[in-house]
């Protein structure tokens, strides 16, 4: 018999019953193909968009990240060169490619010409990354990252500084908000919608803060291995 | 078997009219050690308006079986405090460590029993830790009873987790006429007693009352006071191997006024030290 | 992993003559406790999130075959493997193969107790294979070759002296005279150190504190993102993961995310929450080759219908062991296998055997202050009693304490005898003890006068004086 096999048929001469079939199998099924919420905290209901910024900004505090908040997507290079140079950090960022497309062209740093700007993925040599997010949730002040084509998970990790960029519209209040976004926004090509499937991304990260280990005595340092900063940009659009 | 009141019924209502009929737990270390615990806890109940009565058929509770892994004997045990109680209207016992065993364990000892467990199940609801009775039930806010003192107060770990014991205690204290209350740094952490523990595991135990007994010197009170004897035998131990001034005793001692005597592990007819 | 449990007593002996030790243990309750303590202040719907997370554990585990079939499936969807292993040594085996197929010389390593519990790295290391911790705590503790001894803190039990020493050791290219003092010493030599060695690495091995059902994502959670390069770097992914790992859905996991770090280090989120799913795709510009799940049962599946099985609704935060003052007074190394403090004295024996490790499931006071914290609602003393009743119906506890048992049993059942025997007792000792109020040594009962005083009796018992006063007319 193979292992699963044998695993298999051992939790279920544990549990005194055989395979599930019929009606508890399909109850089961559909609890996974319409996932319910399940109790939530309190703590974002109610709040609009401002509210929900707010909250996610002084969370993101909370958790050591540091936080600007610019009126466009066009101020964000500006951003980007004042924090590095206000941290006394090189001026040299690599992007992730999604920031370098887009409807206008992505983000224009042709106005900060002190600032080396490279665009891809990271070889873990360069200093700082800048990243979009798929969503950012006010609850926890955690951003959501997805890998994708244009938004590989090196930058996430191996840079020294992060920088991310949050638009207001991907706030959210709880993580099940974002969730929620990130089905519809991935439903398999063809279906009605979530409810027909979505696509897992290769790789989800979600990321409350920087780097930080207790490991020496319980004394909490920055920068244990992913980023020692990271900095988070909110953008009003 | 003849019941009293049908085995599912609710416990009486909070407050009850009248004078209830309180049935007291002695408990095994109390009736041996200390009966002075036995007979503060007596007065309290009857200055409370409470009829109380102490079952001659009582020994213990059964826990030290029970934590060994020997339910049968609990079982033999259990059974012999369910008879002797069952018809009462309240249990009531000086220590949270039995009244939990009976609320909490009694009943889930008879699983097997569906009449057994049903009569446990009576007897569990009507089972309170003293402190827990006088204030959630009876109702009392204040006692008559006064001591000079600065106490330090270690809540056990059964009444506190088990019965939710912790603010009835300090609520009498604040009535006591003279009493300041200094909170104990981790008042909730075990003190190493734990039954047959302090004795299998006598090292572990060991530490584990040295920080406990470290801390009750460091809150700088001149009395140390727990509602579980087990606890404060463990404790007033340690002290006094320490060398440590401060004295011990029963939470039912200082708020039924009965002060007089000596504290646990001081010498008979000795100056209680405490001035009144 | 070899365990020692049998020896608990000489090893917390050991742990509590070691004031090297005993320093470095203070660090649990400010670095744990209290930080607990305030986060869940301030979520007021913790307690709730506590029976939610306890009846979605509930439920997968009464629907196990079914959610891992479901897992199995979505993986495979993907591009990865599912290796489903009965034994330690099936898990060793295949992942040894896979290092082997690609060749491995060196594997980065997350931090895994799964892994520790099947004993990997010593077997990859007689196969050739070198294994990088790459967690700071399993870093250093792999440099004193030393098992980990907290399940989220593995060197917890390690000063910072202790660690300058294993670094000028081991670190021998780099300035013997460096300083290493502070915290952020060690913190950034290790990065250095680390840094490429996940680069190198031709596997790259984690653990998973969930298994999705609907995505058959792996998740791990961490603070440091060790792991998380790990998985993003090593050539192939492998997950070690033992089967209650199981969540159905993204929503199950959130709620449950609300629970561990919150019970875990006290933070609301811990830094990194990352989900994998398969391979490297054609779109991706990063990330591994291959992606495998190794499901271990390990006696797992022989827990569920037992008086046992709420243990797999563990999830691995150590609340249990950071508020315990067993563990506080002996740390982990001395419960001798891979699980310390309260959830190891009830799953060591579960996966070892009671008469391996009878130990552990005794050195409890059942103070119960585990089960208050404990976000999966798990009755840990309860379960531990149930071993004693094991032990006690297989009749391994010691002759000595089975004699006293049955000796108190008759006593305690013929209250008449009884009251006799304690008014001879009482009124002996009261006799005795009388002068001083307490005996500072008592034959037969040095296991409680070798540490502390007894206090003595206070000389008749309470029944018989009762007796007086009601013939005497009642209420005095």
């Given amino acids: 018999m193979s292992a699963r096999d044998d695993i298999l048929g051992s939790i279920r001469k544990s549990l005194g019953r055989g395979p599930l079939t019929g009606e508890p199998a399909a109850q089961l099924h559909q609890r996974l193909a319409q996932p319910q919420r399940n109790l939530i905290p309190d703590r974002t209901a109610g709040r609009d968009t401002e509210g929900l910024t707010a909250q996610f900004a002084d969370k993101s505090r909370e958790v050591a990240c540091t936080v600007d908040e610019v009126d466009s997507l066009d101020a964000v290079p500006e951003a980007v060169r004042a924090y590095l140079s206000r941290e006394n950090l090189p001026a040299r960022v690599v992007q992730a490619p999604a920031l370098a497309q887009g409807p206008d062209g992505g983000l224009d740093w042709s106005k900060t010409p002190t600032l080396e700007v490279k665009t891809g993925t990271s070889d873990g040599s360069e200093d700082t990354s800048v990243t979009p997010v798929f969503a950012a949730v006010a609850e926890t002040g955690t951003l959501m990252l997805t890998s994708d084509t244009a938004t590989p998970t090196g930058l996430n990790f191996l840079p020294e500084n992060h920088i991310a960029v949050v638009r207001r519209s991907q706030v959210v209040g709880p993580l099940e908000d974002a969730w929620g976004r990130f089905r519809a926004a991935r439903a398999k090509a063809g279906g009605a919608g979530p409810e027909d499937g979505f696509v897992m991304p290769r790789t989800v990260n979600l990321i409350t803060g920087p780097s930080r280990t207790g490991d020496i005595e319980q004394k909490i340092q920055m920068g244990a291995h992913g980023p020692r900063r990271l900095h988070v940009i909110i953008v009003a659009d | ?276 | ?476």
């Fill in chain 3, 1 to 476: 992993m070899q365990s020692t449990s049998k020896q608990f007593k000489d090893n917390a002996h050991h742990a509590l003559n070691d004031a090297t030790l005993q320093r470095a243990l203070l660090n649990v309750k400010t670095g744990f406790q209290e930080k607990r303590a305030q986060v869940v202040a301030g979520l007021p719907e913790f307690e709730a999130l506590r029976d939610t997370g306890r009846d979605i554990k509930n439920h997968v585990l009464a629907n196990l075959d079914f959610y891992l079939e479901r897992f199995e499936e979505n993986v495979t969807a993907n591009g990865g493997h599912v290796h489903w292993c009965r034994t330690p040594a099936e898990a060793r085996e295949k992942i040894l193969e896979i290092c082997k197929r690609r060749e491995a010389k060196t594997v980065t390593k997350g931090k895994s107790m799964v892994a520790e519990e099947i004993g990997l790295n010593e077997y990859l290391e007689e196969n050739g294979v070198e294994p990088i911790e790459t967690d700071l705590g399993e870093y250093i503790i792999q440099l004193r070759h030393e098992p980990p001894s907290h399940i989220i803190a593995p060197a917890i039990h390690v000063t910072r002296e202790q660690i300058a020493e294993d670094f000028r050791r081991e670190h021998t290219d780099l300035d013997p005279n460096r300083r290493l003092e502070e915290p952020r010493d060690f913190t950034d030599e290790a990065r250095a150190k680390l840094r490429d060695r996940y680069f190198a690495a031709d596997v790259g091995i984690t653990g998973a504190n969930f298994l999705i059902a609907e995505t058959g994502s792996t998740v791990i959670v961490t603070n440091e993102g060790n792991g998380d390069m790990t998985q993003l770097l090593g050539k192939a992914h492998v997950v070690i993961a033992s089967l209650e790992k199981i969540v159905p859905t993204l929503e199950d996991a959130s709620t449950i995310l609300r629970l561990l770090a919150r019970s875990a280090t006290g933070q609301e989120m811990s830094v990194y929450t990352s989900f994998s799913t398969g391979p490297r795709r054609s779109e991706d510009m990063d990330g591994p080759e291959e992606f495998h799940v190794v499901l271990l049962d390990n006696g797992r599946s022989a827990m569920l219908g037992t008086e046992f099985q709420d243990m797999l609704r563990c999830i691995r935060c150590a609340a249990c062991m950071n508020h315990c003052p067993v563990y506080a007074a002996v740390g982990g190394h001395a419960y001798g296998w891979v699980y310390p403090g309260p959830m190891g004295s009830v799953l060591t024996p579960s996966l070892i055997g009671v008469e391996e490790a009878g130990h552990l499931p005794n050195a409890s006071t059942f103070c119960g202050r585990c089960e208050s914290v404990c976000p999966m609602r798990i009755p840990l003393p309860k379960m531990m009693r149930h071993y004693r009743q094991r032990e006690h119906e297989k009749g391994l506890n010691p002759q000595k304490a089975r004699a006293g048992l049955a000796l108190w049993s008759y006593f305690a059942t013929r209250p008449g005898l009884y009251r006799l025997a304690t008014r001879i007792a009482s009124g002996l000792l009261g006799r005795l003890g009388k002068v001083n109020g307490r005996f500072t040594s008592l034959p037969l009962a040095s296991g409680w006068t070798s540490v502390r005083d007894l206090p003595a009796p206070e000389g008749r018992t309470f029944h018989d004086l009762y007796r007086e006063r009601q013939a005497k007319g009642g209420r005095a």
């Fill in chain 2, 1 to 276: 078997m003849a019941h009293p009141q049908s085995p599912d019924s609710d416990p009486p209502s909070p407050k009850p009219a009248g004078s209830p009929k309180v049935g007291l737990f002695v408990t095994c270390l109390v009736d041996m050690f200390r009966p002075s615990v036995g007979f503060a806890a007596l007065k309290l109940l009857e200055d409370a308006g409470c009829t109380v009565i102490v079952p001659a058929e009582q020994t213990c509770c059964g826990q030290p079986a029970f934590n060994s892994g020997d339910n049968k004997d609990t079982r033999a045990v259990a059974a012999q405090v369910i008879a002797a109680f069952e018809g009462l209207d309240y249990v009531v016992a000086p220590s949270g460590s039995c009244a939990g065993m009976i609320r909490e364990h009694y009943p889930e000892l008879f699983a097997d029993d569906p009449a057994m467990a049903q009569r446990a199940q009576h007897v569990a609801k009507r089972t309170y830790e003293l402190t827990s009775f006088l204030v959630d039930v009876l109702g009392v806010t204040k006692v008559d009873a006064a001591l000079k003192a600065t106490v330090t107060y270690h809540d056990s770990c059964s009444g506190l987790r088990e019965l939710e014991v912790k603010a009835q205690p300090r609520r009498l204290l604040s009535g006591v006429t003279g009493l300041k209350l200094a909170e104990l740094p981790g008042a909730e952490v075990c003190c190493g007693f734990g039954g047959t523990f302090c004795v299998k595991y006598p090292e572990i135990s060991d530490k584990m009352v040295t920080n406990k007994a470290e801390e009750i010197v460091a809150t700088g009170a001149d009395t140390l006071l727990a509602g579980d004897l087990g606890c404060l035998l463990n404790m007033a131990g340690k002290l006094k191997r320490l060398g440590a001034p401060t004295k011990v005793r029963h939470v039912a001692e200082v708020l039924a006024g009965m002060t007089d005597g000596p504290a646990i592990g001081d010498p008979a007819g000795s100056v209680s030290g405490e001035e009144r």
